[in-house]
């Protein structure tokens, strides 16, 4: 049978959205095939805002999420394969669901990545430098406490 991943962050997607919160998403950044931006990668892990106004053209497949967002006004595509997706929540009230690992993840450097997006402001901020040093609003990073 398949998994029943991806169906069940389709349904808690829905949820979430359908009661006025923003989605979130827990990503296993250290997975094969997942591209996300890396300077905000903390422990392994990355949680990614996928509400509706935040990214553009988001795709919640049975295979993978995909999308284009920015990142201090810099365009990136996010791919996630659903094996990497460790949560769903609402930030609003941290309802939603943790996911358990599975066995046949795939710990290894990621191979053939999808494109990225190229951006004149990429360039630009490189050279100049954001002043933020890869952190998160107010310079600090982003982090999800998880409590059991």
């Not at 394969?81 to 450097?109: Q, T, W």
Request: proline share 7%.
């Amino acid at each position: 049978m398949t998994s029943t991943r991806p169906y069940l962050i389709r349904a808690f997607y829905e949820w979430i959205a359908d009661n006025n919160c923003t989605p979130h998403i827990v990503v296993n950044a250290t997975l094969a095939d997942v591209s996300v931006p890396t300077q905000y990668i903390e422990a392994g892990q990355i949680v990614l805002n996928v509400a509706a106004n935040a990214v553009q053209g988001l795709q919640l497949g049975n295979e993978a999420i995909q999308f284009q967002a920015r990142f201090s006004g810099i365009a990136h595509f996010i791919y996630v394969p659903i094996i990497a997706v460790l949560a769903i929540y609402a930030r609003e009230n941290g309802r939603g669901m943790v996911f358990a690992e599975e066995e046949d993840a795939d710990p290894l450097p990621p191979h053939d990545k999808p494109p990225t997006l190229k951006s004149v402001d990429k360039a630009k901020k490189e050279k100049e430098g954001d002043g933020k040093g890869g952190k998160g609003k107010g310079g600090k990073p982003p982090f999800l406490t998880v409590v059991k």
